[in-house]
Each structure stands twice: as structure tokens, then as C-alpha cells.
């Protein structure tokens, strides 16, 4: 069965002027393409194409003019706005006021909502039984008080759990779960005490609410739900500590107890394991004011159609969120066959210096910082105190042995070379590039 999706793609005319200020570019827009065949997406602007030692990536079809507007999506798989934020942010199209408590409440099911018209599109989204599960789950949450854990105060000391480690927790999970056919009256007893004892520790309500609108969205649109979600890169370590996969485990269990009765074949320890490693390196920040003063982390979202742009700290393409839409277009000029590239830094990131960008994206991101094996017999730990006269802004990159490379003289005098990561583009200090082609 093929999944039909469409995308708004603008094209500026070639005849306009190149705008100033392209964070808001007015360009006239057309659907342009459906995709028979699903995932990944493309259009008469870009495709996604495999690129070596780096995962996918999304590369222009054409030369594209400043501000061409490239896509623009709403399609979200799964969300979530943190609990702390829950009386301020609708929660159909993200409107924030500036910590205002918005004007429409729905008490039962804990959602607030900027307009009535807001309001009416959430419950008709969400179904009769997506509003009864929300419905659930609030009762449950307020009836649970203080034995909560938040997402947005979390801790994050601790040792990232291993493949082994989460495997063995998810198996744990499903043993509990799951009534053996043959179970004796001894092995139910253990199984509902091991049951009790996974679910009686502090449980996140904000992995409740992004699991159950994944939920709701693998109930309603599974062809979607397999053709988009799993079709993107999975993190097979998405837990930064053993506390935060334990987290995630209870809240499963407990997710799975609440849901009507017609959900719960949906709520699957796969589809939940793939909800979670899908939102580790795709998902989109829910954040107030714009792109360069985003003062307030609220919330994530994943959109599959968007999660296929890299990362590069020299982007050419800027991006804004507009309600629940997220609008890309190119910040310059791009050539054909150049990849586009989006920033991942952003809000309180880009204040960070150097060491706290290269923690951050390393953390998040799974980049990697390392001197290129082919030249580290040549760079080794030579300092000098000036850059060579080869040196060029244009041509930063260089192709060796197919890897992507960049060198820079570091605040010792040092010449280093950084690699791509395996996926996607990699941070650089502030130095001047030094370009070298292949032999």
C-alpha cells in the first residue's frame, strides 16, 4: 500500500532580488509532489541520498537561489509539552504568551489551548479515544502527586546505559507484562510483584505524554507509522542515565494499564523502544520567540519528513517554527549536489563557548572530535605559531580517502584536523581553515 504525503515546496523567482533578512522570505508556494513509494522524501529541490562515511542526507536536485523555501510540514509523529509549561502552551499549535495562563482549559484531560478553534481541531485529532486515554492519564497524574519525575529538571549524572543493558531492561518489561498460558499461581505472584515493583518508583509524566501521543499515532496511522518513523535513524542509546531508562520502563508499564482497552494492542514494547530512540537524534525543540532568542525549552516534537537534514555550524538553511509547522528554506545560495544543512545549535546553546558546544552536541548528537588517521603521521604534535599561506575561507572542506575533513590551528598553535562523524557535520572552533584536495 503506498503512502501518500505531500509537501508545500516554494521556489523564489530567479528574477527577484536577494532579501536582506531571510528569516521571514514572502515567496509564492504550490504543492509540488506526492511520494508513492514513502520515506525518505524528495522533490524537484532536493532528494535524500546516501553519503559515505556520514549516514543520509539531503542533497539539492538544481542550483537554488537565496530564501527558495524547501519544505514545509506539520506532520508530527509524536510530542510532547513539559508538565511545568502545561498551562501556558496550547497544545494544538504551541502558542506560547509569555508564560500567560492561556484563556481555554480542559481540566479533565489537563490541556490548555489558546482559541476554541484550537480546542475543537485537539479533540477531533485525538478521537473519542485519544480524549478518553488523555483523560486517564491526568486523573492518574493528579492522583500520583509528589511520587513524579520531570523530563525538564531531570538529572543527568550517570553512565549511559549500554545495548546490552537496555535490552535486558526491555525484556524484563515484556516478561512482566506478558500472562504465560501456562503461568502456576506461584509465577503469577512474582510476576505481579516484580510488576509492582517497576511501577512503584518515580514515574515521568512527560515520557507519559510523548509515549501516549505516539501511541495515538501508531493507532490511527500505522502505514505512516511504518513508513515514516522507522525508516529514520534510530539511536540505539537514547537513555542518558540507568534512572532515565528505568523511567522510561515504568512509565511504559504504567502507560499500558490506563490506555482503553482498543489501544492497547498498539502499546508494544517495540513501538515504544522505536518512539524513543527516533526522538533521540530527530526530534525538533518546542521553543518560545524566535530562532536567535529562544528563552524557553518546552517541549519536543518529531517530525519524520524534516529529521533528514544534517548538521553543519556554516548552514545553508535556516528553519522556523510556525504553530505546529516547522518552514525550511535556503539562508544563500546552493549549488546542485550540495548538500543542505541545517544548525542544530540552538537557544541557550549558542551561548555556550566552544568546549560547552562540542559537550553538548556529543552528548545529543553522538558527534566525534578526531584527528584524521592519514594525516596524523604529518600533524602529530608540530605547533607553529602561523597559519600557511595556502590558507582560504571559501573552500574549507577537504575530500581525502572518502572523508570529509577540516583542518584549524587551535589556541596552542596546533594544526588539527577534524573528521565528520558517521552521520552528519561536526563542530569547529574559530580558527582559519586551511583547504587541501586529495592526490
Given at each position: 500500500m503506498h503512502t501518500y504525503l505531500s509537501i508545500l515546496i516554494t521556489l523564489a523567482s530567479n528574477s527577484l532580488p536577494k532579501p536582506k533578512d531571510v528569516r521571514a522570505p514572502i515567496l509564492t508556494s504550490h504543492i509540488i509532489s506526492s511520494f508513492p513509494n514513502g520515506m525518505p522524501?524528495?522533490?524537484?529541490?532536493?532528494?535524500?541520498?546516501?553519503?559515505?562515511?556520514?549516514?543520509?542526507?539531503?542533497?539539492?536536485?538544481?542550483?537554488?537561489?537565496?530564501?527558495?523555501?524547501?519544505?514545509?510540514?506539520?506532520?508530527?509523529?509524536?510530542?510532547?509539552?513539559?508538565?511545568?509549561?502545561?498551562?501556558?502552551?496550547?497544545?494544538?499549535?504551541?502558542?506560547?504568551?509569555?508564560?500567560?495562563?492561556?484563556?481555554?482549559?480542559?481540566?479533565?484531560?489537563?490541556?490548555?489551548?489558546?482559541?476554541?478553534?484550537?480546542?475543537?481541531?485537539?479533540?477531533?485529532?485525538?478521537?473519542?479515544?485519544?480524549?478518553?486515554?488523555?483523560?486517564?492519564?491526568?486523573?492518574?497524574?493528579?492522583?500520583?502527586?509528589?511520587?513524579?519525575?520531570?523530563?525538564?529538571?531531570?538529572?543527568?549524572?550517570?553512565?549511559?546505559?549500554?545495548?546490552?543493558?537496555?535490552?535486558?531492561?526491555?525484556?524484563?518489561?515484556?516478561?512482566?507484562?506478558?500472562?504465560?498460558?501456562?503461568?502456576?499461581?506461584?509465577?503469577?505472584?512474582?510476576?505481579?510483584?516484580?510488576?509492582?515493583?517497576?511501577?512503584?518508583?518515580?514515574?515521568?509524566?512527560?515520557?507519559?505524554?510523548?509515549?501516549?501521543?505516539?501511541?495515538?499515532?501508531?493507532?490511527?496511522?500505522?502505514?505512516?507509522?511504518?513508513?515514516?518513523?522507522?525508516?529514520l535513524a534510530m539511536d540505539p542509546t537514547p537513555y542518558r542515565t540507568a534512572?532515565?531508562?528505568?523511567?522510561?520502563?515504568?512509565?511504559?508499564?504504567?502507560?499500558?494499564?490506563?490506555?482503553?482497552?482498543?489501544?492497547?494492542?498498539?502499546?508494544?514494547?517495540?513501538?515504544?523502544?522505536?518512539?524513543?530512540?527516533?526522538?533521540?537524534?530527530?526530534?525538533?525543540?518546542?521553543?518560545?520567540?524566535?530562532?536567535?532568542?529562544?528563552?524557553?525549552?518546552?517541549?519536543?516534537?518529531l517530525y519524520p519528513l524534516a529529521s533528514y537534514f544534517n548538521h553543519s555550524c556554516g548552514p545553508n538553511v535556516a528553519k522556523q517554527r510556525k504553530g505546529r509547522k516547522w518552514e525550511f528554506w535556503t539562508s544563500r545560495e546552493v549549488k546542485e549536489g550540495e548538500e543542505l544543512c541545517i544548525s542544530y545549535v540552538g537557544g541557550d546553546e549558542k551561548g555556550l563557548d566552544l568546549k560547552g558546544r562540542r559537550e553538548r552536541l556529543e552528548r545529543t548528537w553522538g558527534f566525534e572530535f578526531n584527528l584524521h588517521p592519514l594525516l596524523q603521521p604529518v600533524i602529530g604534535t608540530s605547533h607553529t605559531t602561523s597559519a600557511p599561506s595556502s590558507t582560504t575561507t571559501d573552500m574549507p572542506y577537504a575530500y581525502i580517502n572518502a572523508v570529509w575533513i577540516k583542518m584549524v590551528w587551535n589556541e596552542h598553535g596546533q594544526l588539527i584536523v577534524l573528521t565528520l562523524p558517521p552521520y552528519m557535520c561536526f563542530e569547529f572552533p574559530s580558527a582559519k581553515d586551511v583547504h587541501m584536495s586529495a592526490t
Open positions: 522524501p524528495s522533490s524537484d529541490f532536493f532528494e535524500v541520498r546516501d553519503i559515505p562515511n556520514a549516514g543520509r542526507g539531503v542533497i539539492a536536485r538544481r542550483s537554488l537561489p537565496t530564501a527558495t523555501q524547501i519544505l514545509s510540514t506539520s506532520n508530527l509523529a509524536a510530542h510532547v509539552v513539559f508538565r511545568e509549561y502545561r498551562k501556558e502552551v496550547c497544545a494544538q499549535c504551541f502558542h506560547y504568551d509569555r508564560g500567560r495562563t492561556l484563556a481555554v482549559r480542559d481540566v479533565e484531560t489537563g490541556r490548555v489551548f489558546c482559541s476554541r478553534e484550537c480546542c475543537d481541531e485537539w479533540v477531533e485529532d485525538q478521537g473519542e479515544i485519544g480524549v478518553e486515554a488523555w483523560r486517564a492519564l491526568e486523573t492518574w497524574v493528579k492522583a500520583r502527586g509528589g511520587a513524579l519525575w520531570c523530563t525538564a529538571t531531570a538529572q543527568t549524572a550517570g553512565d549511559r546505559p549500554g545495548i546490552e543493558e537496555i535490552s535486558a531492561a526491555w525484556v524484563e518489561v515484556q516478561d512482566v507484562r506478558v500472562t504465560k498460558a501456562d503461568e502456576s499461581r506461584a509465577e503469577a505472584k512474582e510476576r505481579r510483584k516484580m510488576l509492582q515493583r517497576i511501577t512503584s518508583g518515580a514515574i515521568d509524566p512527560d515520557i507519559l505524554a510523548y509515549l501516549l501521543s505516539g501511541i495515538l499515532f501508531v493507532s490511527r496511522y500505522p502505514a505512516l507509522f511504518l513508513s515514516d518513523v522507522l525508516d534512572s532515565d531508562l528505568t523511567s522510561h520502563t515504568s512509565s511504559f508499564l504504567q502507560l499500558a494499564s490506563l490506555l482503553p482497552p482498543s489501544l492497547v494492542p498498539q502499546c508494544t514494547t517495540s513501538a515504544t523502544q522505536t518512539l524513543i530512540s527516533a526522538a533521540s537524534h530527530n526530534s525538533f525543540g518546542i521553543r518560545a520567540g524566535s530562532e536567535e532568542d529562544m528563552e524557553e525549552y518546552m517541549g519536543y516534537a
